[in-house]
């Protein structure tokens, strides 16, 4: 899954950050204007892997549902509707979505990974291909770095200098409760 996408929670606050870079199954730059971090009600999403299966979660395609509990089966239905389920062959093929996402909601930050699983974060996660070293620079900047926009750009910079395929420009969203 090609890209990095970072949630770092704050006391009440999430913050949500996402390197800009956008390529094919060939490793080939594309440009578009898909965002990875986007709000749907009281939801916000940050994706990586398929832009169409980032997309069709934005609000002109999808209610969420009010409780979190319920995103996982709704974010299934929504798959299949959009006809956006792939098969996975290394588990008996089940179906699964072509995107993994950070969720924050009410204040609370999640994991949504492609086989629909959903855990609660406590205090920081990284999706994608440049995971590890974003991972590594949240971890060893705890305690250190007090600001955590500054830790959320400096796990990006970690994710855009060492995996190639992450770059661009570095998009940061404070959330407060779940909202902006």
């Not at 179906?95 to 993994?100: A, E, F, L, P």
């Not at 994991?111 to 974060?121: A, G, H, N, S, T």
């Not at 500054?150 to 990006?156: E, G, N, Q, S, T």
Request: net charge negative; with cysteine; hydrophobic share 40%.
């Amino acid at each position: 899954m090609a890209s990095c996408v970072v949630g770092l929670k704050d006391g009440k606050n999430i913050w949500m950050g996402c390197e800009g870079l956008a390529s094919d199954t060939e490793g080939l730059i594309r440009s578009h204007d898909s965002k990875k971090i986007f709000q749907n009600g009281k939801y916000w999403f940050g994706f990586v892997g398929s832009v169409r299966t980032g997309q069709i979660f934005e609000p002109i395609h999808f209610v969420a549902p009010k409780e979190i509990t319920d995103l996982p089966d709704a974010m299934m239905e929504q798959c299949e509707a959009k006809c956006c389920l792939l098969t996975d062959s290394e588990n008996g093929g089940a179906s699964v979505m072509g995107s993994n996402f950070l969720v924050a909601h009410k204040g609370k930050l999640y994991e949504v990974l492609i086989d629909f699983q959903i855990r609660e974060i406590p205090d920081f996660s990284a999706i994608g291909s440049g995971s590890s070293p974003a991972l590594g620079s949240l971890l060893t900047s705890e305690g250190l770095e007090k600001d955590p926009r500054k830790r959320v750009f400096l796990a990006l910079r970690a994710a855009i200098h060492y995996c190639g395929s992450c770059g661009g420009i570095v998009t940061i969203e404070k959330i407060s409760g779940g909202a902006r």
